[in-house]
């Protein structure tokens, strides 16, 4: 493949470049790239507009060695539509900016680019707009994605009210692993030519970490059953850190029980390879992008019927503080320790 410098098509060519085989899905995507602003027009009554953001630096967030760009696109929208989910609304459009250092060629940034493209066109969301900028750090990618929410029904972190009960979706820890795998095998193969990294038997855990997917199948279970979420997150930084979330948002207290917290077998094998403790990784490890939100009791039978959700606890009154009960009925107090990119 012959390399082409980025600079012989500077900002707009390259812009025009890497958006040229977007196209736009919904009426309220007025304009898309191509212009100071992309014009949105959201004039219906009902609903709400959702707006998050996320920046990713490369040596914090992820490390090209083993990350492909295609992945890391992808995976960059995706940890914004999964917010937007979290609310309980649907994402729509999205804003890319990167910052990209002299080592990248076009062909580079093509390859990152496709994998937003294949994102967008998975979750059906409209690329409208973005910059790009010269970078002495390496890559950056920011992303902000906007959804909408129909009022009245969009889910914050500060509804849960003491009884109701709490839910997760998918299982806990497997981004983690996959994480530990990835970075065993890199320096496995340090200084070694031609080293093929060993994943035979843990894909699951490694395709959580590359390549994660945003739970829009649960929200769309969630309407059907006429289930109504008191609070929302998605676990990104940790089941641990956003059950503390939940709690102080909320000013409530929690139980959850660690014989009901969902982990898959390959998760398990590659914790006891390392010798970690299981539990501790599907409580802090992080980048899950799973649905953790509560219910209220009555909605019991109802949460019973949702696919690939599990019960793991319940809320009570702040002054009972945040624990897990553990296999032994004894009790440790939850403490955020999930990511923490300023303390890493």
Known sequence: MNETEISTLGEFGLIKELTKNFSLKHKSSVMGVGDDCAILDYSGE????????????????????????????????????????????????ITVSVGISKRFTIEHIAELY????????????????????????GLIISITCVGEGVKGKTVKRSGARDTDLICVSGNLGAAYMGLQLLEREREAGQGVEDFQPDFAGKEYIIERQLKPEARRDVIAQIAELDI?????????????SELLHICQSSGVGCRVYEDRIPIDYQTAIMAEELNMNLVTAAMNGGEDYELLFTVPLTEHD???????VKLIGRITKPELGAYMVTRDDSELEIRAQGWNAFTE
Not at 114 to 137: F, H, K, M, P, Q
Not at 302 to 308: A, P
Request: glycine residues 8%.
């Open 46 to 93: 009902d609903t709400e507009t959702l707006v998050t953001t996320d920046l990713l630096l490369e040596g914090i967030h992820f490390d090209l060695t083993y990350v492909p760009l295609r992945h890391l696109g992808y995976k960059a929208c995706v940890v914004n539509f999964s917010d937007v989910y979290a609310m309980n609304g649907v994402p729509k459009q």
């Open 114 to 137: 496709d994998g937003i493209r294949i994102a967008c066109e998975e979750y059906g969301v409209d690329l409208v707009g973005g910059d790009t900028s010269a970078s002495v750090t």
């Open 228 to 240: 109504h979420p008191t609070s929302m997150m998605d676990v990104s930084d940790g089941l641990s």
């Open 302 to 308: 109802k949460i019973e019927q949702l696919k690939d």
